[in-house]
């Protein structure tokens, strides 16, 4: 095979997996800010829940309020009693102790919904902080999964960056200039194989004397469809061995 032919390959599969590594490394700030929003949504959960927990807790409060004045007004009713002379003001003073009584009783049923509320919306928090610890011990986790895995992929992309400056050296500087235009052209892909008679880049059917050209790894042909350099990768042994026995 053509040496800067050989070059340039090893420079593509170089790219194509420094392009990888870029790739990875834009999908974590992605990442780490799904992981704040579900966070942040467990969080409005709870703080919700523990909201209408206190709203609830507070109109008891005042229900309960509202029944120990009522128990005054029978308190004092029950000392008006003696002082009462005529039946008039009895029934009077009947009336009003029954009315008090129905109040305070539509007050305490209304506070055994509100407790009946309290309770599931107690229950419901408890849920909701349950579920906020556990994202943020996920978010902990994952974000400490992906520190070691950018730490790995930032380490393999100098590596690949490292070993490209070495390719480069081997590539004339015309014929540089070509696969890095080639490069920017057609979304990082500069070199592409040949299978059978075809382009595998952009999928075109090759002449075939041009295929006959290409097979033979000594020159720099390029595709009439897509422009990129081609090269052909001979079929491994193995390869020819299993087509011979089938």
């Given at each position: ?8 390959i ?23 800010q799904a ?11 709870a703080?919700g ?7 609830s ?39 009003e102790i029954s009315a008090?009584?129905?109040?305070k ?11 009946e ?6 229950a ?11 994202e ?23 590596r ?8 480069k ?23 592409a194989?040949m ?11 090759l ?6 050209i ?6 720099i ?11 052909f990768?001979?079929p ?10 089938s």
């Amino acid at each position: 095979m053509l040496s800067s032919l050989a070059a340039l390959i090893a420079l593509q599969s170089l790219d194509s997996a420094s392009d990888s590594a870029r790739l990875r490394l834009a999908e974590f700030p992605a990442v780490e800010q799904a992981l704040d929003a579900r966070i942040a949504a467990a969080a409005a959960a709870a703080d919700g829940a523990k909201a209408r927990l206190a709203e609830s807790q507070n109109a008891r409060r005042a229900l309960e309020k509202e029944v120990a004045m009522v128990d005054s007004r029978l308190a004092r009713f029950d000392d008006h009693k003696a002082a009462v002379k005529t039946n008039q003001e009895y029934t009077a003073l009947l009336h009003e102790i029954s009315a008090a009584k129905t109040e305070k009783d539509a007050i305490e049923e209304r506070i055994l919904v509100l407790m009946e509320q309290t309770d599931a919306i107690a229950a419901e928090l408890k849920s909701a902080e349950a579920v906020l610890a556990e994202e943020k011990r996920g978010a902990t986790e994952t974000r400490q999964k992906l520190a070691i895995e950018r730490k790995t992929v930032e380490a393999e992309l100098a590596r690949l960056t490292a070993e490209r400056t070495g390719e480069k050296s081997a590539v004339p500087a015309p014929l540089l200039a070509k696969y890095e235009q080639l490069l920017k052209q057609r979304r990082g892909i500069a070199v592409a194989q040949m299978s059978g008679e075809t382009c595998k880049a952009c999928h075109v059917r090759l002449r075939p004397h041009v295929a006959q050209i290409i097979r033979r790894n000594d020159e720099i042909i390029q595709c009439e469809s897509c422009q990129r350099i081609l090269y052909f990768q001979p079929p491994s042994p193995a390869a020819d061995s299993t087509a011979s026995l089938s």
